[in-house]
């Protein structure tokens, strides 16, 4: 599976632009995922292009939460790519111009291998994605709490890793027995986590693309 962040705080390519959110492309089981939009559907749309993903090759988008610097975007990318199937949480409304909208409350599988934590703490669902080598966690800002998150995820098998916001995440400890970690955007202990765990860590960015 491929993961490409297309929308990020920092850039890992000059040619792209940074911005205040993030989106991410998943690519896997011949599915090709959008993980949240971003703020600006122009950084978008811009940052996707030179990377070469073509909006109409997307499928599936899935929001993790309703907050703008994940959904800014959407509507921008949807103009572009309106048969796509989008999963969001239930507290979100509002999305059109898809052919499925599908509010998500509880975990639910949405293809194979690929499952909705379902919406924790009222505002937010994280994506799992079951690989051979343990369960890919992809999660937008962590509001619920990262330790939450990992439990919901927990239920489809070890963590290998996790990508995605983790916001003001500090339980360190409990990363011990996750094989990678992307901490990117909210995330406010993005330095400590590089420091505690340089094993582990991989930087985010635009551009960056990781390979499980």
Request: with cysteine; glycine share 12%.
């Amino acid at each position: 599976m491929l993961i490409k962040i297309v929308y990020d705080n920092t850039t890992f390519r000059d040619d792209l632009q940074s911005d205040w959110g993030f989106a991410a492309v998943i690519e896997v089981e011949g599915k090709r995922i959008l993980f949240d939009a971003g703020a600006d559907g122009d950084i978008l749309l811009g940052n996707m292009q030179k990377m070469g993903i073509d909006p109409a090759s997307v499928d599936t988008v899935f929001i993790s939460h309703h907050h703008f610097d994940h959904t800014g975007g959407l509507g921008a990318f949807l103009a572009k790519n309106n048969k796509v199937t989008v999963y969001v949480p239930a507290s979100l409304r509002g999305v059109r111009n898809a052919a499925e909208v599908i509010p998500v409350s509880e975990l639910l599988r949405i293809g194979d291998r690929l499952f909705s934590t379902g919406e924790l703490g009222g505002i937010e669902q994280s994506l799992i994605i079951e690989t051979e080598k343990g369960t890919v966690l992809m999660v937008g800002c962590s509001h619920p709490g990262l330790g939450k998150i990992m439990q919901a995820a927990e239920a489809h098998g070890n963590i290998y890793a996790i990508v995605g916001g983790f916001h003001g995440f500090k339980k360190y400890e409990i990363l011990g027995d996750i094989k990678y970690i992307c901490p990117t955007h909210c995330t406010q202990a993005i330095r400590q986590l590089q420091e505690r765990y340089p094993e582990k860590y991989i930087s985010g960015g635009v551009g960056e693309v990781i390979e499980f």
